[in-house]
């Protein structure tokens, strides 16, 4: 579930770039443009990814017990 604030913070941040709210540095693309949709890209795989984990998290938990009974 770590990734999940990253993503989401970024795809709200991004969401601002897009719009023209927030400036984005240009960095190593050619464009601010470029550099959003590099920026978009992996905003959406951290997302995407802390998301999937997240849900492969919970249906481990609930196919094994949720914890009641375990060791601790």
């Known amino acids: ?3 999940v604030p ?3 913070v970024g ?3 991004l969401s601002l770039c897009s719009v023209g709210v927030v400036g984005i540095r240009q960095g ?7 550099a ?3 920026a978009w890209v992996g ?6 990814y802390g998301v999937a984990l997240a849900v492969a998290a919970r ?3 609930r196919r094994t017990g949720g914890g009641a009974g375990g060791v601790c």
Do not use: C, K, N
């Open 36 to 38: 959003l949709q590099v």
């Open 28 to 34: 190593e693309p050619a464009t601010p443009g470029r």
């Open 6 to 8: 990253y993503g989401l």
């Open 11 to 13: 795809i709200g941040y």
């Open 43 to 48: 905003a959406g795989a951290f997302a995407g």
């Open 1 to 3: 579930m770590t990734l």
């Open 59 to 61: 249906s481990y938990w």
